[in-house]
């Protein structure tokens, strides 16, 4: 069965149905924000470790604010597993600190990192989520840019979606 690239009505229908919820989250990570904010339940909540603020809707949208300081920020997915009402994404982070984002200057220095995520699903939303990345490697990178950046880049450390 194929889909129209924009389409996401149409994907979150399959999104509660066992075994194609997987799709679902490879397109929303690949940049499908009209499906994104469908596919991610009101009552979102982040299970992560250097969170410190909100959950919701909402917050998922907050986190694109990244591509500010990385508009060449490219995700790839090393591994998807879909299991009952859940999925996993192993993924990679690459871009270019070339953008402006508040009070950030571009600095030119480059991020490359890793990291996993699991998503819980009721029906055909993400009501839950757990993630772990590569906070070492991550500040490696960041290490040449403001301290700002880095703690931007911390707080919202994910695959953009």
């Not at 998922?60 to 490219?74: E, H, M, N, Y």
């Not at 590569?134 to 703690?151: G, H, I, K, S, Y």
């Amino acid at each position: 069965m194929s889909t129209k690239a924009g389409d996401s009505e149409f994907v979150l229908g399959l999104a509660a149905v066992p075994g194609r919820r997987a799709s679902a989250v490879v397109r929303v990570l690949g940049g499908d924000r009209d499906l994104g904010v469908k596919l991610f339940a009101n009552n979102y909540t982040e299970h992560k470790p250097w969170r410190r603020e909100g959950n919701g809707r909402e917050k998922v949208q907050k986190d694109l604010d990244i591509r500010g300081l990385f508009p060449d920020l490219s995700l790839t997915i090393d591994d998807v597993i879909e299991s009952g009402d859940r999925v996993v994404v192993r993924w990679r982070v690459q871009g270019t600190h070339t953008g402006e984002f508040k009070d950030i200057k571009p600095s030119g220095y480059t991020v490359d990192f890793t990291g996993i995520n699991i998503y819980r699903f009721a029906g055909n939303q993400i009501v839950e989520s757990w993630g772990q990345f590569d906070a070492v490697t991550m500040q490696r990178n960041c290490q040449e840019l403001a301290p700002q950046v880095l703690e931007y880049v911390a707080s919202v450390s994910e695959p953009a979606r």
